[in-house]
DNA sequence: CTGAAAGCGCTAACAC
DNA sequence: GTGTTAGCGCTTTCAG
């Protein structure tokens, strides 16, 4: 049997359409015998309201799409969550998409976007670069999270990659260190992100007076633990030196530490480590892992604040909102 | 200015919505001039067609929920990126969907419904009772994933979790420990998860003629690192003794692992500990985590069918399938 | 191969 | 307070 419609309720209670909208979506003004009526119809034909007959006559969802990499990256299942949150604060509902593997490049994911799926997007790019970002014309609400170029004219909310990433280095510094490696380079187009992190690296060295070595700067293989590992070991066993490693984010840096321990390197004795996300896991890890926090919390709060300015009709020019970050010491990079 | 509709597209190419139509969904039977005529007139308006209405009026989405409790819990990450890929095989697109933080029950995740929105949900359940599932009737397509009581009307995919804790503690035994504690158990009303596990881990104990000691049996306090992390801590400090722990799963392991490093407790030697899901980052913990691994592709394929059989209207009664799973022993549980 | 018109289920004016 | 009715933008018979 077909499922009810507003319809099917309204003649069961011997009441107009109307009346039923209104008791469905809580409106004040209904008698209280004819709201009772009217419920005891909905209960008894199981009716539940169809959401596109409703966002096709409405033209609003309630609906917010987060769109990241894949969730199997600890960093967007923690990012997502902060979104829902903040969301949930503005009545908004989240849906969480991911990128399809190996097929459509980012800028597709908001091309050929389907209207009145959703209000808005959030979107958090690993890939797109500055050309990409320039061709961007999207004709609906959307924030940009992460590393996005800044004079785009797009919403976006980030940290200052560049001031953070020369913090964690000094921070290094601080601690004695002399032969810093950075995990995080990549093949060209090098993603947004790591250019930046390897900007800020470099100029603190260089404002320390540090030598710049690029054989310390280790090529990505894939951001994952996996993907650490294996560039680590691989540097451990082409000879290459260091006395403290800093990784492009958290999940290279257990890789990192993997490798590490497996050669016999103490950490943070030989090498100190340090990574950027400060995931739930990190601080489990072992050494516990000094990691660069960036504020999730206000990073979802500041990203949504911004895109229901966008859905209430907000026009102006691309606005770039920077979030707080701080160094988190842990054992990972205590003492030489 | 408004979002072009497919009127508007059909005025401008002089053609009906018919055919705009034809194009826009790759019907066949269209002259090339046409189709070539029709898609310049959509390349020049910028049109994309509106999603509510097309569902509206084909009854149809194209796409399945994952309803998951939160994505930022590292396990619920990976699977719901496992759904999506088989999901993929099957034309269906995935959204993620998250429970809204201390508010409604998990039931209401599955009553409060709205129709229209998918065309099926897979749900991973986490607090859902025996006696929350008897009372389910969703007139929906439905898979539940995880420790489903068995005699459901409702598809279900899982492991057989007795048998595979059962695996895990002999394991343990066979590796020499004698005293082994588990990290699982959880206030009443127990979710089936902890319960069936533990039952598992108390039957291996029988069989092996070990005593059964409650005291090592821990209460959980979350099911996060954090909390793994505090119970152990709370219990080493407490004088609990075991020579091995087998967690609920693998987050609990790394707090856990945590915690008996800062008790300076050496791993395996003088405990081996145990996890289950065999999350991305385990293999990456110090020592190595061994875990019982479940098969998420295999699991998320599994899925995927049984809901779209209930999508192409079937309607017998609910399945149950168990998928593979095996002891995967790394450095944590390894010589005594 | 293309056009015309009737819905899909709901909301929102506008009457009453 | 409650009923009537005209769309929301698209697909889908059914003609031609």
Known sequence: MAAPRLIDVARHAGVSMKTVSNVVNGYRHVRPDTRQRVQSAIDALGYRPNASARRLATGRTGTIAVVVWTTDVPY??????????????????????????????ERAVLQNRDRGLVDGVIFHPVRLTAD?????????????????IRPTAIDHVGVDNVAAAAAMTEHLIRGGRRSIAFLGRQREPMGETSRQRLT????????????????????????SADGGYRVVAAALAGGTRFDA???R???????????????????????????WDDLQISRHLTPSLTTLATDKAGTAETAVELLIDRM??????????????????RASTRGP
């Open 76 to 105: 967007f299942g923690e990012i997502a969550r902060a979104l829902q949150i903040a969301a949930q604060a503005h009545g908004q509902r989240v849906v969480v998409e991911q990128l399809t593997p190996r097929t459509e490049p």
């Open 200 to 223: 800020g690296y470099r100029q603190a060295l260089a404002a320390a007076g540090l030598p710049h070595d690029p054989s310390r700067e280790l090529l990505l293989d894939g951001l």
């Open 245 to 247: 490693l800093f990784c």
């Open 312 to 329: 209430n009709g907000f026009t102006g020019a691309g606005r770039h909102r920077q979030v707080e970050w701080r160094v988190v010491e």
């Open 249 to 275: 984010d958290d999940l290279l840096a257990a890789g990192a530490i993997h490798a590490l321990h497996d050669h016999g390197v103490s950490i943070p004795e030989q090498v100190a480590v340090a990574g």
């Open 132 to 148: 990409d970002l320039a061709n961007l014309q999207p004709d609906f609400p959307l924030v940009l999270l992460g590393e996005a």
